[in-house]
């Protein structure tokens, strides 16, 4: 990838004063935004806590502004209060610049990004953004990797606008999800790397957006975000509960399916097979798909609300990783419009 010369550095006011400890009252504000010239040219606005800035250069692994960013990185509920996500590596933060640049949003979502002493901003890195050099050891303590040549970049941002958590907002509404045909549903999905490879499968296959019921893990998890490549920040998902989304179905009308390993479930309710067939049949339908988690399945209302569907296999096996399993079905019941563009390929 040809890189770019090395931008000028805009240096943010810091001062000792910012690195004094934070007073216990003082709280994360929420998804942050840019400071207009008037409040101070190049400022971050609370996204990261008001108490602390980035400075221009950072070589202590102690510094606040690192403790900041390791506790993005390990907390779900400080990034929540934040309304902010460290995205770790320089592939999947290039895939959301340009994921942003297509869908023509804002770059503010982009706070700024940590290099590596001696490395280069890359071509097509918002030049808006402040950027922060850092020595090998802070990179390492705020990636939590300790190979700095795996991490040449860390990119904090604030979580989209396509994320909405019904236990803080009740409300469901069209920006949920501006076109609903195709839903994911996670039952209980525990297992990051899972979890972020069925959103990044999910965004491949062009469906609608992804829907969380409870003791799914936070999709903007570390492991979470290095599985699904950047598609936490690109696909539509909201977190709630089966209420929400018996909601959603009715008003959508779509139709639930849950995938299952078994031929019965309890000796009486049997399967569907997934077939051609099938896919045929459910091709113009609005639909709503759920996975369960490996260790507990399906939960008990996911059996009884849905029909179940099952992958035919060879060989006596029993199930298939879940992740793998989502991508057959993601892509077997794709959009119909997207798997004809495909089969014309």
């Known amino acids: 990838m040809p890189m770019a010369a090395t931008p000028t550095l805009r240096p943010v006011s810091f001062s000792l004063a910012n690195l004094s400890s934070p007073s216990p009252n003082i ?32 070589t202590s692994a102690f510094n606040p502004f690192v ?8 907390s779900s509920s400080y990034r929540r209060s934040c309304g902010s996500a460290l995205v770790v590596g320089l592939t999947p933060i290039l895939e959301i610049c340009r994921f942003l640049k297509l869908k023509h949003e804002d770059y503010s979502l982009v706070d700024c990004l940590l290099l590596v002493d ?32 795996s991490t040449e970049a860390i990119a904090l941002m604030k979580l989209p606008r396509s994320f909405l958590n019904l236990e803080e907002n009740d409300e469901i509404n069209q920006h949920c999800f501006p076109l609903l045909h195709r839903l994911l549903v996670l039952d209980g999905i525990q297992d990051p790397g899972n979890l972020g490879t069925l959103l990044r499968s999910a965004m491949a296959f062009k469906w609608d957006g992804a829907f969380l019921l409870p003791s ?58 997934l077939s051609h067939e099938l896919v045929e049949l459910l091709a113009g339908k609005p639909l709503c798909l759920v ?21 035919p ?32 390929h």
Request: hydrophobic content about 35%.
């Open 27 to 58: 709280r994360c504000q929420g998804r942050g935004r840019r400071v207009s010239d008037s409040e101070g040219e190049g400022q971050l606005a609370p996204s990261s806590p008001p108490f602390l800035r980035p400075p221009a250069r950072i």
């Open 67 to 74: 403790k900041h960013c390791v506790k993005l990185r390990i």
């Open 118 to 149: 001696g490395a280069e901003a890359p071509e097509g890195f918002p030049s808006s953004s402040p950027v922060v050099n850092v020595s090998p050891s802070v990179m390492r303590k705020v990636s939590g990797i300790q190979s700095v040549d």
């Open 216 to 273: 799914c893990c936070d999709p903007f998890n570390e492991k979470a975000l290095r599985a699904s490549r950047g598609a936490s920040f690109q696909l539509p998902l909201v977190s709630g509960s089966w209420s929400h989304l018996i909601a959603l179905k009715s008003k959508h009308d779509m139709k639930l399916l849950a995938g299952h390993p078994e031929s019965t479930v309890n000796g009486s309710n049997a399967t569907r097979s």
């Open 291 to 311: 996975l369960g988690s490996e260790g507990k399945g399906l939960s008990k209302q996911t059996v009884q609300t849905c029909e179940l569907v099952s992958i």
């Open 313 to 344: 296999m060879a060989g006596g096996f029993e199930s298939l990783n879940v992740s793998v399993a989502g991508g057959i079905f993601l892509f077997m019941l794709q959009p119909e419009t997207h798997r004809h563009c495909v089969q014309n």
